[in-house]
């Protein structure tokens, strides 16, 4: 038995990273001899509701599909989405067939992430918010966690490896274990323990609410490090937080009347969106955890619209190859991909793959700012 239970990228490329029922059909459509050409979609909604989500996790969908012989066609990774198609694939529907549940997982996911850091993002748009939220997942999946927070537009994220898998320096300075460690009322002794010890370009933050008042921990330790301090986080339990904001504001009057005018003030713990929108005015950042890394996947679903060139559904979905765009006004719309779209709307799906081979690049900085630019046109998050 391995040491950890964790599915690898093996099983994820060969397609036994899948349901059974997958396999068991390419067995018998073998047997029956049948293998038709099809085009398959992946939707979450037939129709647009106004609900908007963010799509992530097409990198990895492409990486997937990739050699594989089929046409691909995607949403841009960092678009908004509200109904129709989302990626559509064309090919013999046993070149794809058992990597339905990898695809989905893949988009589902990193979506449902990505549509969350957008929220948190929307909520404090001139705060830095970063992703702390890698501690509640799988360690397996921590750079999916913060990929997907980078492209719903967050500042950074706290994990070391997703760091490396992402070509990113995580960041963060000190939990409180490090100032229990050191014993009650030792506090200075650990900030300046840790001023000492890190590298000089880590940013100095204090955290400040162990073991006593959060006011009176924020000024010892800006008279314990002085000008080399760059900030204070408070990260108070929430059973002991009484009114937060009322805490700020009393931590930054505090600073600010002693002339610690450029000593950041920095919250976290158990805060999403609608705490953000409350403490943007009183805090210069945030770490988000798990309103980001808990998000609930996006409902995608993968299914056959055409078969040999003929529309075809199941009961419920609606049939024929589509295509979604954007109007200027923020619209989003679904009709078929040989209609013609409403005057000055932007086709959504674009080449992904041809004949196996991926012709996109993947940017995750350009997917944050697409994200940013969508929520502008469509309303996201007002």
């Given amino acids: 038995m391995p040491p950890f239970d964790i599915v690898g990228p093996g099983a994820i490329r060969d397609g036994t990273a899948t349901d059974a029922y997958f396999l068991r059909t390419e067995t018998t459509l073998r047997h029956a001899d049948r293998n038709p050409t099809v085009v398959a979609e992946v939707t979450a909604d037939q129709f647009p509701d106004g609900d908007f989500e963010l799509l992530a996790g097409v990198k990895d969908a492409a990486a997937l599909l990739e050699g594989r012989g089929v046409d691909v066609d995607a949403m841009g990774e960092g678009r908004l989405f509200d109904g ?74 706290s994990h070391v490896a997703a760091g490396e898998v992402l070509g990113r320096e995580a960041g963060g300075t000190m939990p409180h274990a490090l100032l229990i460690c050191f014993g009650r009322g030792e506090q200075v ?8 010890a890190v590298a000089p370009d880590v940013p100095r933050v204090a955290l400040c609410d162990t073991y006593s008042d959060e006011v009176d ?21 929430g059973s002991r937080r009484g ?12 600073l600010d009347a002693r002339g610690h005018h450029d000593v950041d003030v920095f919250a976290s713990g158990g805060l999403g969106p609608a705490q953000l929108r409350e403490l943007r005015d009183v805090a210069d950042g945030f770490g988000v ?73 993947f940017d995750v900085d350009a ?4 994200a940013l630019e969508d929520a502008d046109v469509v309303g996201f998050g007002e």
Avoid: C
């Avoid at 997917?367 to 697409?370: C, H, I, N, P, Q």
């Fill in 243 to 254: 009114d937060f904001r009322h805490i700020l504001r009393e931590v930054r009057w505090e």
């Fill in 84 to 157: 129709g198609p989302v990626v559509r694939i064309e090919g013999p529907y046993l070149e794809f067939a058992r990597f339905e549940t990898s695809l989905l997982g893949f988009l589902s996911h990193a979506s449902g992430m990505a549509t969350a850091a957008l929220e948190a993002r929307r909520a404090a748009p001139e705060s830095t918010v970063l992703s702390f939220g890698a501690r509640h997942v799988h360690p397996a999946i921590a750079a999916t966690v913060e990929r997907s927070a980078l492209v719903g537009g967050l500042d950074g994220f």
């Fill in 289 to 361: 955890g798990s309103h980001v890394s808990n998000a609930e996947p996006v409902d995608f679903a993968l299914d056959i619209v055409e078969v040999d060139g003929e529309p075809a559904a199941k009961r419920g979905k609606l049939s024929g190859a589509k295509q979604a765009y954007r109007t200027p006004d923020g619209g989003h719309h679904v009709g078929l991909a040989d209609r013609n779209g409403p005057k000055d709307g932007e086709a959504l799906l674009e080449p992904l793959i041809r004949d196996g081979e991926v012709v996109r690049e």
């Fill in 217 to 237: 921990e924020a000024l010892r330790a800006v008279e314990a490090l002085g000008d080399d301090l760059d900030s204070v986080r408070l990260d108070t339990t």
């Fill in 189 to 196: 002794a650990a900030w300046r323990a840790f001023d000492e």
């Fill in 367 to 370: 997917a944050a700012e697409r």
